[in-house]
């Protein structure tokens, strides 16, 4: 099984800014893109960003563009989520989830994706 580690949340203020990683127990991530949901309490999950693992082509909810950025390095082995001027309805468990090749989901779909982390929590207050 192909294993994901988030990190980097916590409780913050609203106007913060949090940087949120994801590592795979592989070398480095495997599979057509990397993306990042999150799940509200009493919320269905909710896609957040991707990135496309071979040209490097992004993708953002309405809610989150304009003040969040997907990023890899460049050895594949690190996927972050840059997470700018945070506000309370950011607050959500963020996973990070691997996407693979073939299917009719799009990437903006949580049912495009096969491997998950185990989530990290994001709190923000006012």
């Known amino acids: 099984q192909v294993q994901l580690v988030e990190s980097g949340g916590g409780p913050v203020r609203a106007g913060a800014s949090l940087t949120l990683s994801c590592v795979p127990s592989?070398?480095?991530?495997?599979?057509?893109?990397v993306g990042w949901f999150r799940q509200a309490s009493g919320k269905e999950r909710e896609f957040v960003s991707y990135?496309?693992?071979?040209?490097?082509?992004?993708n953002y909810a309405n809610s989150v563009r304009g003040r969040f950025t997907i990023s890899s390095d460049n050895a594949k082995k690190t996927v972050y989520l840059k997470m700018n001027s945070l506000t309370p309805e950011d607050t959500a468990v963020y996973y990070c989830?691997?996407?693979?090749?073939?299917?009719?989901?799009?990437?903006?779909?949580?049912?495009?994706?096969?491997?998950w982390g185990q989530g990290t929590q994001v709190t923000v207050s006012s």
């Open positions: 990135i496309r693992l071979a040209d490097g082509l992004t």
């Open positions: 989830a691997r996407g693979g090749a073939g299917s009719i989901y799009q990437f903006n779909s949580y049912l495009r994706y096969d491997y």
């Open positions: 592989g070398r480095t991530f495997d599979g057509d893109a």
